[in-house]
């Protein structure tokens, strides 16, 4: 998500005669997009902001910005303490120009409000990742749950999607510019909803529409929110083949008690259900997930729910943390972080050793298929061999000096590791 704010933010930057460069020696403007989700997140920042403030001393003129969620939770700390001179919210980014051009030394410059209607809908995004295989497409901004545990709607304000027309345009775009492959991006992509007086586009629809760019262009989005993960959406992936079969979907814990203590909106049997319904419509369809250990009263009969709910799922990998209180939440205002830092990291590492060989099963499980793989390039190991993504989303490697990224080809899976399908060329 961050890195598609970014693009926004370069886009917008762009049509101000703003260009980027690869170095900050030569930079006028240093700025670091932030997250707050945990808190080492933010932590590692501040040292940023440190190396930022040594290229202002070195050079005169040189200013220094906060943007994103730290902006919006730490704006007078960053001002004080750290001498930053824009500090600007995810919804002000089309204030940056201005805010740069008043920007001065001791003439800080600040915008972090938040919006209910800015979704950057018209802004064509400057692609920075240099694969050129590969683009995301930010569908809606904010977050209407209110996750006990989670800042995002705190940083990020309330949800809002974005005009359809403009997604399906922005689509169109990058496959004319040679994209094989767009992601939809939204903190809870099922909960995608754009009215007008004539027309309302559900997250099920709008998925139909972007798989309609193309057959050759493959559609893949993220994040799936269990509670409002809907049929009609299984029966819109399980239609089109473009529609990768892959569904990020983050559990964060396997016991009902800690679900209802985090404002989850469903149940483990709600969970295992959906599940099952999804792996029915689409049997091949990968799943990943993420998960919190050491939430707030977490017992030992708790994190064995999630245990047991990772060996009965079988993910194919997940995103494991343990529990960061974040200030303000309605966790941190009402429940005591009590689980100690000793037992957090024990039961964090008693899920990662678990999924290390859930993850193994899983790949192993493809043994002997054949995937499409959209090539990506050359294998960061052997220049030799390719890789890209099955449809799943696993990662395939394959000896192959014919083939260019961009390319679609089939291929047999013949070994793997717990992270990587080692595959053959199909003849
Ligand atoms: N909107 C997505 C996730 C957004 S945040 C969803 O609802 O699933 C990405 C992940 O960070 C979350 O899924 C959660 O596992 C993790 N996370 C969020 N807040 C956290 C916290 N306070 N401590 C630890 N992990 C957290
Ligand atoms: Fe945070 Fe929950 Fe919203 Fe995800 S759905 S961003 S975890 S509040």
Redesign the pocket.
């Known amino acids: 998500m961050n890195v598609n704010d970014t693009e926004v933010i370069f886009s917008l930057l762009s049509k101000h005669g703003y260009e980027r460069t690869e170095s900050m020696d030569e930079a006028d403007v240093i700025m670091a997009n932030t997250c707050s989700?945990?808190d080492n997140a933010e932590q590692r920042i501040w040292g940023r902001i440190d190396q930022f403030n040594l290229q202002k001393r070195k050079r005169e003129g040189v200013l220094i910005g906060i943007l994103g969620c730290m902006a919006e939770r730490l704006k007078d700390q960053l001002l004080d303490t750290h001498k930053v001179d824009i500090v600007a919210g995810p919804d002000a980014y089309r204030s940056l120009p201005e805010l740069l051009a008043a920007a001065a030394p001791d003439h800080p410059q600040i915008n972090v409000m938040l919006s209910r209607e800015e979704t950057y809908a018209d802004v064509n995004p400057v692609r920075i990742d240099k694969n050129g295989v590969s683009a995301f497409i930010s569908i809606m901004r904010g977050?209407n749950?209110v996750?006990s545990?989670?800042?995002?709607p705190y940083t990020r304000g309330a949800e809002r999607s974005r005009d359809a027309h403009t997604i399906v345009r922005e689509a169109c775009d990058c496959f004319e510019k040679g994209y094989k492959e767009v992601t939809l991006l939204g903190?809870?992509v099922d909960s995608y909803h754009w009215k007008t007086e004539t027309e309302d586009v559900t997250f099920a629809q709008l998925l139909e529409m972007v798989a309609q760019v193309s057959p050759d262009l493959r559609v893949r989005f993220s994040?799936s929110?269990p509670q409002d993960f809907s049929d009609e959406s299984i029966a819109v992936m399980a239609k089109y083949e473009n529609i990768c079969n892959h569904i990020h979907f983050?559990v964060?814990s396997g016991s009902n008690r800690m679900l209802e203590k985090m404002r989850r909106r469903y149940t483990r049997e709600w969970y295992l259900e959906r599940v099952a319904k999804i792996r029915e419509a689409i049997p091949d369809c990968g799943l990943t997930t993420?998960?919190?250990a050491g939430f707030c009263s977490e017992t030992e009969e708790d994190h064995q729910d999630t245990l047991s709910l990772f060996d009965e799922v079988c993910f194919d990998t997940a995103?494991m943390?343990?529990?960061?209180?974040?200030p303000g939440?309605l966790a941190a205002r009402n429940y005591p972080d009590d689980v100690d830092i000793e037992t957090k990291t024990r039961r964090l590492n008693e899920i990662i050793a678990l999924q290390n060989r859930k993850s193994l099963e899983s790949y192993k499980k493809d043994i002997g298929k054949t995937f499409k793989v959209l090539v990506e390039g050359p294998s960061k190991k052997n220049p030799e061999e390719l890789c890209g993504r099955a449809s799943n989303n696993k990662m395939c490697v394959f000896p192959d000096t014919i083939h260019q990224k961009g390319d679609y080809v089939e291929v047999e899976v013949v070994d793997c590791t717990s992270a990587t399908l080692l595959c053959r060329l199909k003849a």
């Open positions: 989700v945990r977050c749950n996750c545990y989670c800042v995002v903190q809870n994040t929110n983050p964060q993420d998960v919190i995103f943390f343990y529990y960061s209180e974040r939440t």
